[in-house]
């Protein structure tokens, strides 16, 4: 249905005789401002509520404290609904609050990939060495390289004393960090090595004596990680910017959520009318975010390659893959300002950025497509069936995988008989004769499918590509995944 141009027509013809409104004119033309900045900030929250989302959702069923971290020692199933996560990797999330805190330290173990990010979902701005700046990554993409590192995490003013020959420094300019580790395992008959690997990290006070890890086993519980498509977003993000200190980023849009009623030490209370607004509002900005996602394949340079279907993850030059064209806050990096489709489409399909998420180094961090539509341009969805074929040798050093995705929730597609919605290159797959892959996408699987992931009519999906370690063959541009056809038969 097209847009009614007669709202904006009234809208903008509304009288202002001598350049005063009249009554009318007045509660129409304020109700409009608030309904359109409770949207512009739903928006740009979008990466603090995803945030927000994650830590209400899996304390509620790990607990609570920087020694606390949900382990996923099963791999990420669809029962946790929690947006885009890998289902190929073993997962370790944790929530720590300096305000209680101090500062903390993190002992990081050999061969632990893991970020660190504040409760905005920018990455911590880690120590220069040889003239490289570490955002976020600690591990593997980090400064110990895999080794093993100590760690301190300070917040942004912190005036005491630093051993920076002890310590690899992490500053954050929020209360709240994010502690992000992921392990790897080579078979999915055994996941030990992964679950050794994140349950490894030690986290602890500087200054307070250590309560011991707490490594909670969450596989099997249900979980629900995700922020509100209605106006109880708003109630959220007054109880965010309460538990937070005042940010000193973007103060045009801190007033505007002061506009709305939403400052730091106030109590929050809309008029019954300025309720139902905030919730027109934020299901109009959550339908105005997901439709930016979903015709994200229309951007400048928002595709990996011109004739397919896949979006990357971070806009990048399409003839040079080395080269990012936005930094891990999604800010364009000629002009500096944000990329605000972009961020919009990141946090409300997907979390946590960190440089090695992101990076153009050969063999490290990962880099990831997603496919919103078919070969034709037309949207995945449940009912039909695909196929998909990846040529020889998937270009990753670690691991590959394809992943499925709902596209309302972006949560793992939790289809009838499937416990992980996706497959990689550690499963027992078919080649074709040449060593391409084949894989086959429906809600109707064969009798003995292997190369199969399982969908549900009626509902959309979208997939992720992961390639884990890209080789020189990914940056060369001399690999290129099909796209999903659909079968007409």
């Known amino acids: 249905m097209p847009a009614d141009p007669d709202r904006y027509r009234e809208l903008a013809a509304l009288p202002l005789p001598g350049g005063y409104p009249g009554p009318d004119a007045e509660q129409r033309l304020r109700e409009e401002l608030y309904f359109q900045r409770a949207v512009q900030v739903y928006l740009w929250a ?37 947006t885009t996560p890998n289902s190929d990797v073993i997962y370790a999330l944790g929530f ?15 061969m632990l990939q893991a970020l660190l990010d504040d409760f905005w979902h920018r990455p911590l701005t880690g120590p220069l060495i040889e003239g490289r700046r570490y955002l976020g990554d600690i591990g593997l993409p980090g400064p110990d390289h895999g080794e093993g590192g100590s760690y301190l995490i300070v917040p942004q ?24 580790a992921r392990g790897f395992f080579t078979s999915v008959d055994d996941l030990s090595p992964g679950v050794s690997a994140v349950e490894g990290i030690t986290v602890r006070p500087l ?11 969450v596989s099997d519980v249900p979980a629900n990680a995700l922020f509100a498509a209605d106006g109880s977003y708003f109630d959220a993000l007054h109880a965010f910017i309460q538990a937070e200190r005042i940010d000193q980023t973007d103060p045009y849009m801190h ?14 209370a809309p008029s019954a009318r300025e309720h139902e607004l905030l919730d027109q509002a934020a299901k109009t900005a959550w339908r105005m975010a997901k439709t930016t996602a979903a015709t994200f394949d229309r951007q400048d340079r928002a595709l990996w390659w011109p004739d397919r279907h896949w979006v ?16 891990e806050q999604w800010r364009d990096r000629t002009t500096g300002h944000t990329d605000v489709d972009a961020k919009a489409h990141m946090f409300v399909n997907a979390y946590s950025i960190s440089t090695g998420m992101m990076s153009s180094i050969v063999g490290m961090g990962a880099k990831y497509g997603a496919a919103y539509k078919d070969s034709d341009g037309d949207y995945l969805r449940g009912e039909n069936t695909y196929e998909i074929t990846l ?3 998937p270009p990753a050093k670690l691991f590959w995988s394809i992943t499925l995705y709902d596209a309302e929730t972006a949560a793992g597609l939790d289809a009838p008989g499937q416990q992980y919605p996706s497959l990689n290159g550690m499963n027992d797959i078919d080649l074709n004769p040449d060593e391409s892959i084949t894989l086959h996408i429906g809600p109707n699987p064969p009798a003995g499918a292997r190369n199969w992931l399982t969908t549900v009519p009626g509902r959309g999906w979208f997939s992720l590509f992961r390639f884990y370690g890209p080789t020189q063959e990914f940056f060369d541009r001399a690999y290129k995944p099909g796209d999903f056809i659909k079968n007409t038969n």
Do not use: C
């Open 46 to 82: 979008l990466p603090a509520m995803n945030m927000w989302a994650m830590k209400q959702g899996l304390e509620a069923v790990a607990g609570r404290g920087y020694n606390v971290m949900s382990v996923y020692e099963k791999r990420l199933q669809p029962n946790t609904l929690i």
């Open 96 to 110: 720590a609050d300096l305000a209680r805190t101090g500062p903390l330290v993190i002992e990081a173990p050999p």
């Open 157 to 180: 003013d912190y005036d005491g004393d630093i051993d920076t020959g002890k310590y690899f420094v992490y500053t954050s300019p929020t209360n709240g960090v994010f502690i992000f």
């Open 207 to 217: 200054d307070q004596p250590a309560e011991p890890m707490v490594f909670q086993h």
């Open 255 to 268: 007033g505007m959520l002061a506009a709305l009623g939403i400052r730091k030490d106030t109590p929050f």
């Open 312 to 327: 990357a993850h971070v806009k990048t030059e399409p003839d040079d893959f080395m080269r990012t064209l936005l930094d």
């Open 391 to 393: 040529p020889p040798h």
